[in-house]
């Protein structure tokens, strides 16, 4: 019989989401199965809530969640545990180095999600939660992650090799996670945690089974302890079958 691990946590995009942005039949079937037998199956993504709960609740999940990355955990749909915001003006700082750069940008606020296309007319005003870049000039990538640190001390990762999302430091996936873990009285050990991206990494490396997508960044996949199928091909159903149910 496989290890009793007690509760599923996952990343959406490239994870549970195929490349359509959907969860496949096979995925939502053995979700399913695997809350029949008790295991709690939480997201742990960089979406906010609002644009991870329709898929909460296709799957029947009312449970805790982590979003943006960690900066807020949710106990249920309606019930917020905490959030973590960012520094307005860091964040105005962190605009100005994308207008400088002359990259693709996006900020996550209480209010929605501004890029560079639309922000917003006072950036002070605003409750921030995560800030990010995207380029594929890699120039332009390296000069912006070396001057981050002149604006303040951030949790750096990607949900792309070609971006980079930026959090308050400290707070991470696995933060969000430890806190789901004291809520449900469970250990980190007991948690299998499924990703693809750096913003995975964390909650991968502290998870009692991490493991990576078959399409993860390679150093995703190097730091996890087993590398599933890839979104596409129903990763997550595989993992609930070998890892947690014992039936592969």
Not at 15 to 29: D, F, K, P, Q, V
Not at 79 to 89: G, I, N, Q, V, Y
Not at 177 to 192: N, R, S, W
Request: glycine share 8%; aromatic share 8%.
């Amino acid at each position: 019989m496989k290890k009793q691990y007690k509760l599923l946590a996952l990343d959406m995009d490239g994870t549970l989401l195929n490349s359509n942005t959907e969860i496949s039949s096979a995925n939502e079937r053995w979700i399913r199965r695997a809350v029949e037998e008790g295991i709690h199956v939480c997201f742990a993504t960089g979406r906010g809530c609002p644009t991870a709960t329709p898929f909460a609740e296709q799957l029947g999940l009312d449970g805790p969640m982590v979003f943006v990355n960690g900066s807020e955990v949710w106990e249920s749909r309606n019930k917020l545990l905490s959030r973590h915001p960012m520094d307005s003006e860091q964040v105005a700082q962190l605009r100005d180095l994308a207008l400088r750069y002359g990259v693709w940008y996006w900020g996550y606020s209480l209010e929605r999600v501004y890029n560079r296309e639309e922000w917003a007319a006072d950036t002070h005003s605003q409750t921030w939660l995560k800030f990010g870049y995207f380029t594929e000039d890699d120039a332009a990538r390296e000069a912006i992650l070396e001057r981050i640190p002149e604006i303040g001390k951030f949790e750096v990762t990607n949900s792309h090799p070609h971006n980079i999302e930026l959090n308050p430091q400290g707070i991470s996936k696995a933060s969000g996670l430890e806190q789901v873990c004291k809520l449900l009285g469970i250990g980190m050990d007991e948690i299998v945690a499924c990703g693809d991206s750096l913003n995975d990494l964390a909650m991968i490396q502290a998870a009692g089974l991490g493991v990576a997508m078959g399409n993860a960044q390679e150093s995703v996949k190097r730091a996890a302890d087993a590398v599933a199928p890839s979104n596409d091909e129903d990763g997550i159903a595989y993992v609930i079958r070998k890892y947690m149910l014992g039936e592969l």
